[in-house]
């Protein structure tokens, strides 16, 4: 991404007044009778990169879904920009082309180009120009890399390009705030940089992100705040280096043991280190 790529991302991510652009108040979510999230707090700041990390099952992707209302809350309340989201009667559709989300699967249409895949929102939705949305729609591939690849389909691209078509994707609505879930998990290992690469240069434009991944080098480099999540509760919150190098509770050092593999030895580990796998990771 060139210099003058991030900073035309950077103004568009550009939110007006000084609070919070991001805002939850006792966020609780249930499945049946799974508790997922339990009375969660948080708030991010504009130009704020959060890293959300924990163990499979504590809440972190159903905490972003509730963020973009593709999941109801039970209880609480959630602010996006000074105005509660969570509340009868918001615009629902306006809300997510503020908040754009890129999931762990890269949910392309495999019988579109990668530009058509971009474009097709903004088309649909604000009804934009197919001349006017394939300029800008070449402009983010550029900055994702891919403006070569902007007549391929889905199937002629490497995972981790589909990733970054889908950033591109998202980035066309012009979001406020990004919501990043798990999106380097399915990748091939040799593939998980060219994404991460994008998410750092998008942090660095100014973008408000919140960035749910087991990538710790990425939450230490990159983010400017670090939330461990364990059983729908935020346990452990602060600057990436402090909680990665000394975390204070014993379950965010557990789970940093594991997924950093401090442990010398199998002998170190137990079963019962692993969570039981439910709903609502």
């Given amino acids: 991404m060139t210099a003058s790529e991030v900073e035309a991302v950077g103004r568009s991510a550009t939110t007006d007044g000084g609070g919070p652009v991001v805002r939850l108040e006792g966020i609780r979510k249930s499945f049946g009778t799974n508790l997922v999230l339990d009375g969660v707090d948080l708030t991010v700041a504009a130009g704020e990169a959060l890293v959300v990390i924990g163990r499979s099952g504590s809440g972190k992707s159903t905490l972003l879904r509730c963020i973009n209302l593709l999941e109801p809350i039970d209880d609480g309340r959630i602010f996006f920009e000074g105005a509660e989201i969570t509340k009868k009667g918001t ?28 474009t097709l929102a903004v088309r649909k939705i604000r009804k934009q ?12 591939l550029a900055t994702v890399g891919l403006e070569e690849k ?25 979001p406020h705030v990004m919501l990043f879930d798990e999106v380097t998990s399915a990748l091939d290992p040799e593939l998980v940089g060219e994404v991460l690469i994008v998410m750092r240069d998008l942090a660095r434009a100014g973008m408000t992100m919140l960035v749910v991944t087991h990538e710790m080098q990425f939450a230490r480099e990159v983010g400017d705040r670090l939330v461990f999540m364990d059983e729908g509760r935020i346990v452990e919150e602060g600057v990436p280096a402090e909680i990665l190098d000394n975390p204070r509770d014993e379950r965010t050092r557990r789970f940093l043991k594991r997924t950093l593999q401090l442990a010398d030895s199998l002998e170190d580990l137990t079963i019962d280190d692993e969570p039981t796998t439910k709903k609502g990771d």
Avoid at 100 to 116: K, R, T
Avoid at 133 to 139: D, G, L, N
Avoid at 152 to 170: C, N
């Fill in 129 to 140: 120009p197919r001349a006017e949305a394939e300029t800008r729609a070449h402009e983010l």
């Fill in 150 to 174: 902007a007549e391929h389909y889905p199937h002629q691209l490497s995972g981790g390009q589909q990733q970054r078509v889908a950033i591109a994707r998202a980035l066309m609505m012009e």
């Fill in 91 to 118: 615009d629902v559709s306006r809300v997510r082309q503020r908040i754009g989300m890129v999931f762990q699967q890269f949910n392309l249409f495999p019988h579109l180009s990668a530009i058509d895949n971009v």
